[in-house]
Structure formats: C-alpha cells, structure tokens
C-alpha cells in the first residue's frame, strides 16, 4: 500500500448502550478508493461518523496523515482536510444552491473559485440551479449539491456515507462517474451497500460484521469471490 | 478578453437584476412614506403610530436574527430592550441632565452592557439547546423584571423615569412652520430615530448577508452538519445572540427618547414586549428581516385602530348587538386574524409570499 492517510486502530464506539464498533482497524492508502460494505447494521456509518468526530470512540485511535484525532472535534478534522458527505446528504434546506456552496467555502481564495469553477462544470445542475432553494432539489440534485459541497475545499480525504441510497439507477450511474472524477484529487473512503456502485468505484475493500473488519482486500479480487458476497453481504449468483 | 467563469456570470447577473427588482421600488416607496408620514398625516395618533412600527420593526428584525436566521429561540430579547431604555433614562433623565453628550453616552452604555450581558448568557446558557435554553433566557428576564421593580431606589420601581431629550429634540423646541406644519423638537426626533432605525436595519442586513449570516442560517438548517464543514457553530450562535441583543439594545434606548418615559412593564416585560415581538416575527416570517416591518405595522395598527371599530359598529349598526359584543373584545378578532394569517401564509406573509413568487419565476 501506499503511504497511509487514514489509519483507525481498534476503536469501539457506542451509541448509546449499544456497543458498535467493537475494535474496528483499518488502513486507508493515498492512490486509492477504499470501501466499508457490510449488511445494515454492521457499523459502516458510524465507522465514518467516528472517524469525522461526529460519533466519540471510547477506545482506540485514528490517525490522519500521523495525527491522532479521535478527541478532536468535528470543525477541527474539517478544518484538517476531511471532507464528509453524509448518508441525509444535509443540505441546508433554506439556503439557496449558491450560498450552500458559499457557506462550504471556508476560505475565499482564487484557488477556492477554481475549484467551485470546475465543481459546477462537473455538476451541470448545480449551475442551472444555482438560486433555487436547496430544499426545493430532487434526491439525486441534493446528492450532487453535498458532494459538491464536500469538494469546494482543499479536501485530501473525502468521506462519502450511502451515496445512491434511494437514487434512480441513472443517477447512481452518474454518481459513479463522478466519483471517479474526484479520486483524481481526493482519497476517498465510501461507504455502500449497493455492490455494483461499490465495485465499479471501490479500489480496495473492508467488510464490516457486528463492528468489525471480517474481511479485507482488492475489490477486483471480491468481485469474483461469490462465497465472501454470499456470507456477508448477502448476495447469491443468480442460478447458483 | 477571457471567458467568464460560471461564478463570475452569476455575479454579472445579480448585478443586473439588483434594480429591477419590483421589491426595490417597494422598499423604497415605504420609506418615502414614512419619511413623509409627520407632514402626510401630523395628528398625534398616526405620528405616534408610524415611529413604534418602525422601532417595533427593528426590535423584531433583531429577533429574527437570533430565532429566523440561527433558530436559537430566546425569551430574554425584551430584556435588552430594556436595558437600553433604561441606560438612556438614567443618563439624561434620573441621573443626568438633557444633554448631547449624556444621550450618546446612554447609548454607548447600552451596546456595552447588552454586549456583556449577551456574552455572558451565551457563554452559561448556550451549552443547552432549544427549550432549554428559551427558559433560561425567560428566567433571567423574569429576574430582571423582579430587580427593576424592587431596587426602586435606583431604578425608580413601578413608577418609572420620566426623560427629557435634549437641545433640538425637546418637546418645548421650535424651528418654526414648514409647508404648514410646525417643525417641533417631536419632528426631529422622529427623524433621528427613523434615520438611526433605518441604520440599524441597513447593519442587519449586511450582517445577515455577509458570510456570518449564511453560517448562521446553516446552523439553523443543521448544526451537526455546519460543524462538519468546519464551524465552530457555538461561536457562531454567540456572535448572532450578542448582535442581537446588541441591536435590541439600542432600539430601547431609541423607544425611551421617543415615550419620554420607561418602566419595567413597558420596557422589560416578557408577556408586553415579548409576546408582541413573537407575533410580529411569526406574522411578518422568520428569517426575512423584512417581516419585521409587515408583522409590527399588521399587530400595532390592529391593535390601535381594532378598539375603534367599536364606534363605527355602533355608528353604522346600532342594532347589531352581536357585533358590539365582538367588537368589544377586540383582543379576540385579533387573535382571530392572527390564526388566518398563520393558516394562509404559513411562512408569514414576506416568507409566502417570497415562496410565492419562487414558484411563478420556476
């Protein structure tokens, strides 16, 4: 692998009374797309939640670029170069496309504009859009509109939780190009139950189990591998 | 030249746009009215009526900060309300005399002492959410109203300080006739606070423009996720509080130069001021600014002219006795309109209608 961005080193996180990350470790490289797939309720948005400081771990470590950051806040890991991309999208609804995008910005620098520039060239709606209401959007525009919003920075990992839930076919279509438009600047962890987006962007894998990592390692390689699909994630060969 | 970028094209466009708004025009004609309101109409009633809807506007635009533009709920806001009134009664009516310099000071005491005191619930009441923090807030402007009744000594308790404006703005003054009305210290007063109001509005309107403002209103939409992006939202709320309350501040001291006089009931109390400001913000909508002139023109001409209707009632239906009786308890035909208003422009009317014409324009 090559040099490491993200490392999470057992951490347990709970919700509540519920134990759900029960010692969870991974690696995330520079070059690569890394995917957290598991049925509903393995831990994979709260894995990323953790990791964005949204969720504290009562155990453990993450370390991005070297730094420790698991008692850090979120504004702070923002503020690090960590993007995120929730699984509500969390577009503010009242504000308009424009001031989304404005209030994304934390920095407004030419360099800041440029990257808005070719955000908007690669969401056409976004531009058509621009003064409407964020809460007015369809489902896929407000997917758009958070990853734009995720990207508009200086961001060198991109945390992306559950993008095509509830998206037409066409759109997750859409979505994958896109996503594989940004791993060009970005290092990006997804999080994704629909195996088909999750093979077609992912580069490398974890599988998540009751809160922890069950198996790892190179998407081409579990995309061939129908027994690992069938025990975790729930997916048999048609006719098999 | 080099192609404009999508960004640059929308700024060209907003630019475009900026004076051929119809709302432009709009804005502009209330203004000329009210700067012409002393000269249009001169009777006591209707001067007095115009200055409180434009102190009132300002006073729930302040509001609309802390509640429409950061959903921060405060029942504390007619609090500072008061402590800007009273600053301005202590310094040229209880403790000092009519002067110019003691007028500014009283203001310039009134931001600092709402801007400390603003910091400083912020600081103790902010790590509570929503209701909680409402009845933090309603605690401490209860408490308040308990001190300036009680410490009368200093504060002159239920009776209150009588003040006198200094100089030009004296009620005693007179600069003579002017197309036929006569130009009293009451006149200039008006135009000082409606010049200082109009600053007022013009500073919260930049505020709630700015990049502060958009933060605040994603706060708003969704702390968690403004965190996320990278704000430190609980500063941010104390920045729009302490502005706020900053703001509500010196439009009390404005309200006490313009009554002449100040007590806790009508400077301080939660159920006077505060209802009235809850309604004229939900009237008017949330999150506009603007609403603020809608809902205090709506609820204080109602609330001036509905207790007339009586008369007329009885002038033109004196056999209509079901209609004296309805007349006669006015407070409920307002309450009455209030409920349609809030079933037909669920946003308020400037949030309807805004909604409104964003359908037609689509």
Redesign the interface.
């Known amino acids: 692998m090559s040099e490491t961005v993200l490392k999470v080193e057992g951490v347990h996180t709970f919700i509540g009374q519920h134990h759900i990350l029960q010692g969870i470790s991974f690696e995330v490289g520079a070059d690569a797309v890394t995917v957290l797939i598991g049925r509903n309720g393995a831990g994979k948005s709260t894995a990323i939640k953790t990791v964005?400081?949204?969720l504290p771990p009562s155990e453990g470590r993450i370390l991005f670029r070297g730094k420790e950051i698991q008692r850090r806040?979120?504004?702070e890991i923002?503020?690090m170069g960590i993007g995120?991309v929730?699984e509500d999208m969390?577009v503010?609804?009242?504000?308009t496309v424009?001031?989304?995008m404005?209030?994304?910005m934390?920095i407004?620098d030419e360099a800041t504009?440029q990257r808005?520039?070719r955000t908007?060239?690669m969401f056409a709606d976004l531009?058509k859009f621009?003064k409407?209401?964020a809460g007015n959007l369809s489902g896929g525009q407000k997917q758009m509109l958070a990853i734009a919003?995720a990207i508009v920075?200086d961001t060198s990992l991109l945390l992306i939780d559950e993008p095509s839930k509830g998206l037409a076919p066409i759109i997750v279509e859409s979505l994958i190009e896109v996503i594989n438009r940004i791993k060009d600047h970005s290092v990006v962890i997804l999080v994704e139950q629909n195996f088909s987006m999750a093979s077609s962007v992912g580069d490398n894998f974890y599988i998540l189990d009751d809160g922890i990592v069950v198996h790892s390692g190179i998407m081409a390689e579990l995309v061939h591998d129908e027994e690992l699909k069938s025990n975790y994630l729930g997916i048999s060969k048609v006719g098999g | 030249m080099a192609e404009k970028t999508p960004v640059q094209l929308f700024h060209l466009e907003d630019k475009r746009k900026r004076y051929r708004r119809s709302d432009f025009y709009l804005r502009i004609g209330v203004l000329g009215l009210l700067f012409l309101i002393p000269f249009l109409f001169p009777s006591y009633k209707t001067v007095d009526l115009a200055m409180k809807i434009v102190i009132y506007a300002v006073l729930v635009a302040s509001f609309d900060i802390m509640l429409g533009y950061t959903g921060i709920l405060s029942f504390g806001h007619g609090m500072f309300f008061g402590i800007g009134a009273y600053s301005v009664a202590f310094l040229i009516g209880k403790y000092g005399d009519p002067s110019y310099f003691n007028l500014m000071l009283g203001m310039a005491i009134a931001l600092l002492a709402a801007a400390a005191l603003a910091v400083i619930i912020s600081f103790l009441s902010l790590r509570v959410k929503a209701i909680f923090f409402a009845m933090i807030t309603l605690a401490i402007a209860e408490l308040a109203i308990v001190l300036a009744t009680k410490l009368s000594g200093f504060t002159g308790g239920e009776d209150g300080i009588s003040l006198s404006m200094p100089g030009i703005f004296a009620v005693s003054f007179s600069a003579g006739e002017f197309l036929g009305i006569e130009i009293t210290g009451r006149v200039f007063t008006y135009y000082l606070i409606l010049l200082s109001c109009l600053g007022l509005f013009i500073v919260m309107l930049r505020f709630t423009h700015s990049p502060l403002g958009r933060v605040l209103q994603a706060i708003r939409d969704n702390e968690q996720r403004a965190e996320a992006l990278g704000y430190k939202t609980f500063i941010f709320q104390g920045i729009s509080i302490t502005f706020g309350c900053v703001m509500a501040a010196l439009v009390g001291g404005l309200y006490a130069m313009w009554v002449g006089y100040v007590n806790p009931e009508s400077c301080l109390g939660v159920f006077e001021i505060m209802l009235a400001v809850l309604l004229m913000c939900i009237i008017g909508g949330m999150g506009t600014l603007y609403g603020g002139i809608v809902g205090a023109a709506f609820y204080l001409i109602t609330e001036t002219f509905l207790p007339d209707l009586q008369h007329l009632a009885r002038d033109f239906f004196p056999n209509a006795l079901f209609l004296h009786n309805v007349l006669e308890r006015w407070s409920l035909v307002l309450g009455v309109l209030f409920i349609l208003i809030v079933i037909f422009f669920p946003k308020g009317v400037i949030g309807s209608v805004r909604d409104y014409l964003a359908r037609g324009s689509r």
């Open positions: 964005m400081g949204l806040k979120p504004y923002a503020r995120f929730p969390g503010f609804s009242g504000l424009e001031e989304n404005r209030v994304a934390l407004e504009y808005l520039d908007l060239e531009r621009w409407a209401k919003r920075n």
